[in-house]
């Protein structure tokens, strides 16, 4: 029987061997503790992400994979190490770079469109209203929520709320998008088909993402790379795994092979390694 290899185990090689839009070098990220001495979540992070390329992270809980993304995103600063986007140092939040929560994180008491127009209204403050009308609208389409438009949130299914978060995130075109765990609190149904959704419009205008998800066939599905940490506290990256499926992907098609299979084992493996060693 065939075995799944990794292509490359060693990250500093990842480092050189993918195109350096997103670069992220020796970062630390520590907490000060009560005693004044501290807290040490991610020990010397060495990762880069092509502009067009399409990134999971698992990792257990709490080894810092949202402390990563948000750093990346500017919500949070690095003690020490660099992240630079497309050249540029990144030190606090910006439109280049767009976060899709778990928890949808809309605003109530605007409708749907309401909420993206918003988004749109300060990111892109030189597109005059008709251009601004037209961006929404085509986001809207994207992902199928144009009969919802007007309805507010808590009128609308979990499924259709993160997909305005999605609409929301697309619609002020970043050059990177940040999902943690965007699929995380949906049901099992609801998230194949927005992960395919999300795939869809990934493939016909490809992007720089960065996903955390604690799914590993989510990940192999959907990512070019798989970003495998340690548990934590002082957590790395363990293994990045190269997912040889090429886009447009077709999940029944890719279950059904032996590289899935193998990929897979070797990630679940993985994960239950770091959980047997820290019982
Ligand atoms: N502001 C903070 N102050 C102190 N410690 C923090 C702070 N934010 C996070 N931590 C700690 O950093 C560690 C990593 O947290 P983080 O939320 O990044 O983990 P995670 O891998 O995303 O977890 P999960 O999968 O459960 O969401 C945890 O031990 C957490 O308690």
Redesign the pocket.
């Known amino acids: 029987m065939m075995k799944y290899t990794p292509t490359s185990i060693d990250t500093e090689q990842q480092v050189m061997s993918h195109n350096n839009f997103l670069e992220i070098e020796n970062l630390v990220k520590s907490?000060p503790t009560p005693d004044k001495s501290n807290?040490v979540?991610l020990d010397g992070v060495n990762l880069s992400i092509g502009e067009d390329e399409f990134i999971s992270v698992i990792?257990?809980?709490?080894?810092?994979?949202?402390?990563?993304l948000?750093i990346v995103a500017g919500l949070e600063t690095a003690t020490s190490g660099s992240v630079r986007l497309d050249g540029k140092e990144i030190r606090k939040p910006g439109a280049e770079r767009m976060m899709v929560f778990q928890n949808y994180s809309l605003l109530p008491w605007l409708t749907v469109r309401e909420n993206i127009r918003l988004a749109v209204d300060e990111v892109l403050k030189n597109a005059n209203r008709a251009e601004k009308i037209s961006i929404v609208n085509e986001h809207l389409a994207m992902v199928n929520l144009t009969p919802a438009a007007d309805k507010y949130p808590d009128e609308i299914s979990g499924g259709m709320k993160q997909r305005v978060g999605i609409a929301r995130a697309l619609a002020i075109r970043p050059k990177m998008l940040l999902m943690d765990?965007p699929f995380g609190a949906l049901d099992a149904l609801t998230r194949g088909k927005l992960q395919r959704q999300v795939l869809d419009i990934w493939e016909n205008n490809r992007q720089a993402v960065m996903m955390?998800t604690?799914d590993v066939d989510e990940a192999i599905y959907m990512s070019d790379r798989i970003v495998l940490?340690t548990n934590?506290?002082a957590a790395n990256i363990g293994e990045i795994l190269e997912v040889p499926f090429d886009h447009p992907r077709d999940r029944a098609a890719m279950r059904n092979s032996q590289e899935y299979f193998e990929l897979r084992n070797y990630a679940l493996n993985f994960l239950d390694r770091y959980f047997t060693q820290n019982e």
């Open positions: 907490y807290f979540v990792g257990h809980s709490g080894c810092g994979k949202s402390t990563l948000k765990e955390i604690h940490m934590g506290p």
